[in-house]
Structure formats: structure tokens, C-alpha cells
């Protein structure tokens, strides 16, 4: 399954280990994740005072940390990853233009 992170440029730029921590890792014990459907949403509620954000496309089925759809906003249900995420899984990075 093909799920999806939004990261900020300068937090992608900075990254260059094996595992990737986004903040919410620490802060909710999750990384917090969208499918194609909800990603457009997604980056305009979270990041729409923004310039750009990076997306990165990952393959479910290569992560080594848990993935566990939940209920969230709404009751809509999203991808969360307990763990990490390994370089592995990531199978690219694009630069999506969200304010024009």
C-alpha cells in the first residue's frame, strides 16, 4: 500500500540518516501519514499558510515500524507509523507548491 508524509523543506534538507523522526514521533508517539485521497486536503488544512512542502511517497509494505490506520479528523481514517521511517520505504521526495 502506497502511503504518504508531508515534511517541511528545511526539516527534509537537514535529514541524511537511515531513519526518519518527524516531530509527531516524539510528540504523539506516531507519524502521522495520508492516502492519495486525503493528501491534497491534508497539506491545505496543516500547511496551507505555506510556501511548499515536501511529499514523500512510501511503500507500506517496506517499513520496519508499525503502520496502523486509525479514526481521526472527523472520523476519517489515516495511516499512522509507530516508529521510524526507514529509508527503505521511502520511494521518493517531490516538492509540491502549495501557495502560488
Not at 47 to 61: H, N
Not at 62 to 88: M, Q
Request: with cysteine; net charge negative; glycine share 8%.
Amino acid at each position: 500500500m502506497i502511503i504518504f508524509h508531508i515534511v517541511m523543506p528545511e526539516v527534509w534538507a537537514a535529514f541524511d540518516g537511515d531513519e526518519y523522526r518527524a516531530e509527531s514521533l516524539a510528540t504523539e508517539g506516531f507519524i502521522h501519514c495520508s492516502f492519495a485521497i486525503q493528501l491534497e486536503r491534508s497539506i491545505e488544512r496543516h500547511y496551507g499558510d505555506r510556501e511548499k512542502v515536501i511529499v514523500l511517497t512510501i511503500d507500506s509494505g517496506k517499513l520496519t515500524s508499525k503502520l496502523v490506520v486509525e479514526p481521526s479528523t472527523g472520523g476519517e481514517h489515516y495511516p499512522h507509523i509507530y516508529g521510524p521511517i526507514n529509508r527503505g520505504a521511502i520511494l521518493k521526495h517531490e516538492t509540491k507548491i502549495v501557495k502560488h
